[in-house]
């Protein structure tokens, strides 16, 4: 589905929708890579009591705590790029002049960092 929404956005959206469609297509296809990270490294939930936790079994490398961290890692992505959504949408908003700034290169460097920094401090 999201392939479909990533060919939509392509495909169908107009040229008013400015730099929004790029949002939702890092969106689709951040959602495609955790798929395929999902398949690859088999996450499991373990509950103990009222503790729990995720561990990975991936099918092509011994078991190593590395993997889980790269996948816990690549799952908190998601959440920073939702702020980044909500940021968009409020200034679209509230402060409609402030939107341009998502179509200035340092200012698109310094939101891209953002998902980046927070994979790293996992």
């Given amino acids: 589905i999201n392939a479909l929404l990533l060919y939509a956005v392509r495909r169908f959206s107009r040229p008013s929708l400015g730099s929004y469609k ?3 297509a890092t969106f689709a296809s951040y ?3 955790l798929t395929v990270l999902h398949v690859v490294t088999r996450p499991t939930v373990v509950i103990v009591d009222e503790a729990f936790g995720a561990v990975t079994d991936p099918f092509f490398v011994a078991a190593d705590r590395r993997i ?3 996948y816990a890692s690549c799952v908190t992505v998601p959440y920073v790029l939702v702020n980044i959504h909500f940021l968009y949408r409020f200034w679209s908003i509230r402060y409609s ?3 341009a700034l998502f179509s200035n290169k ?3 460097a310094f939101v ?3 998902p980046l920094i927070c994979f790293a401090f996992w």
């Fill in 97 to 99: 002049h402030l939107i």
């Fill in 68 to 70: 889980t961290n790269v």
């Fill in 31 to 33: 959602d495609i890579f």
């Fill in 112 to 114: 891209a960092s953002w």
């Fill in 22 to 24: 790029y949002l939702l």
């Fill in 106 to 108: 340092k200012f698109i």
